[in-house]
């Protein structure tokens, strides 16, 4: 949790200037290049991690690999975070303001467990739904688990609409627990 806090508060300050300059989706698609590049890089996560690595070597390194890549604001926030050690995380860094850009949007993230696959039709219909009920543009994900015996569960931010059998068949157990029988 702290992590997360960590890098809420680093996402949150180049939010803050992409904002200003009117270059969310830019630096947005930059952070995630960035991100992308580091974490398939033989030896790079480790690199990076490493804390008997001096900042100056670790920026030596970061400028040649980004330089001509990501624009000047973005190299120099990884070389602020390189300079603070909090290069680690950067991966969180980057979900954090990927969640700030999409609130911006008015995006919001849904998560559909179910039995076994859903149509692309069905997913659509159920994300124009979504959409309507929460205000919000959803873009759901898909998550099939076979262990649930049927029916389907919906996770929204931290809503849950439990639709599954399994959460029937407990409901219905309940319900006979507190019936009286004469």
Partial sequence: ???KSVARRYAEAFFSIARETGKVDELQQELEK???IIETTENLPEYFAHLLIPAKAKKEVANKLFGGQVSQLTLNFLNMIIDKRRETYIGLISEEYRDMADELRNITKAELTAAAPVSEADMKNLEQNLSAKTGKTV???????PGLIGGLKIRIGDQIVDATV???LEMLKEQLKQAKIS
Avoid: T, Y
Avoid at 139 to 145: A, M, N, P, R
């Fill in 34 to 36: 960035l991100v992308s």
């Fill in 166 to 168: 399994a959460k029937k």
């Fill in 139 to 145: 873009q759901l994900s898909l998550k099939v688990d």
């Fill in 1 to 3: 949790m702290l992590n």
